[in-house]
């Protein structure tokens, strides 16, 4: 049965009549999560998440059309049973599974299946048909644990503040810095750009609790940041910000940094292996216990991981889309 179809528009679901993360303009689109290459401006109406509600309307418009599901239930389109459950990519990132005359699929969107404690933790849907995302489909992606990575982080911040040097994080704006906010609490104040302080506001705005930040102000006294942490995002981040800071040094925190190289590519003080996507470990486990008969693979090493998974006597193809065209957080 074919459930999904790969157009110019994007993933698109013939008997509901929607698509999801279209990357141009439809009528109906569904929207696993609020990063700018899964959720474009210009639809005629979204359906996501409640908590990705408030961070669209910050992103695209207040004015958009946009209704939402909690994970679990259930909503008839035109005789497909359409629901969202937890991807654990960020906060209101969702599967979307279909279903249609017995027949399921799912679409994970962006994952990761490492409870980071602030994301709604992954959820395996059992389906007939998979479409996964491989931001890091290849073996060389294996995370440490996210208490080892932390405990790292901690390390670093703490040598920082002992040499009153100020420990500068970046992130993208929406996911890796709320991450980042969270694991970081209790080390000493954290300063934010005000993007990110936006973005805050929206998820807060769920009744999600973020510990508490404080608005980087270019004109402020950057004295007080001596010893103390800011998160900035990567577009905001240049040599001459970094000058007016006293004792900055930098740190990427990025699945990226897996491949040491990176680190020295972009000349930061250090690198932290954390990341908001699977690794190859956890691709290959959320694949296996899906149970699909079918699997397409998009976004990131989409060959040579499905390769692999034919090589395992799966049933996998790859199928092109603009996932990752506009990145502000697939890493």
């Not at 040499?163 to 934010?192: C, E, M, P, W």
């Not at 690794?279 to 296996?288: I, Q």
Request: with cysteine.
């Amino acid at each position: 049965m074919e459930l999904l179809s790969y157009t110019k528009k994007g993933l698109f679901c013939k008997p509901g009549n929607f698509y999801i993360d279209p990357w141009q303009p439809v009528y109906k689109a569904v929207i696993t999560h609020s990063h700018a290459d899964h959720a474009r401006w210009g639809m005629k109406s979204y359906l996501c998440h409640d908590f990705s509600v408030p961070i669209l309307k910050s992103r695209i418009s207040e004015d958009i059309q946009v209704e939402s599901l909690t994970y679990g239930k259930s909503l008839d389109i035109n005789g497909v049973k359409l629901s969202l459950h937890p991807a654990g990519h960020i906060i209101g990132s969702a599967q979307v599974r279909m279903e249609y005359k017995g027949y399921v699929a799912v679409v994970t969107g962006d994952y990761k299946i490492v409870d980071d404690g602030i994301t709604t933790p992954f959820e395996t849907v059992k389906c007939h048909e998979l479409v996964t995302e491989s931001t890091f489909g290849l073996p060389v992606f294996r995370w440490k644990s996210q208490n080892t990575i932390v405990t790292q982080m901690h390390e670093w911040v703490k040598n920082n503040q002992r040499n009153r040097k100020t420990s500068v994080f970046t992130a993208y704006s929406l996911g890796k810095a709320q991450r980042l906010i969270n694991l970081l609490n209790g080390l000493g104040d954290i300063y934010v750009h005000s993007s990110i302080a936006q973005m805050n506001a929206a998820i807060e705005l769920n009744g999600i609790h973020l510990p508490k930040t404080t608005v980087f102000q270019q004109d402020m006294d950057k004295k007080i940041l001596a010893g103390q942490i800011l998160i900035i995002p990567p577009a905001a981040m240049s040599p001459q910000l970094l000058k007016k800071i006293p004792g900055a040094v930098t740190a990427i925190c990025s699945g990226w940094m897996q491949i040491r190289g990176n680190r020295r590519w972009q000349a930061a003080d250090a690198g932290f292996a954390i990341s908001d996507h699977a690794d190859w470990d956890g691709l290959l486990t959320a694949v296996k216990a899906s149970g699909a008969e079918k699997i397409m693979v998009t976004h990131g090493y989409t060959e040579p991981f499905a390769r692999y998974l034919n090589e395992l006597g799966m049933n996998a193809g790859v199928v092109q889309t603009r996932f990752g065209e506009e990145t502000d957080g697939d890493q």
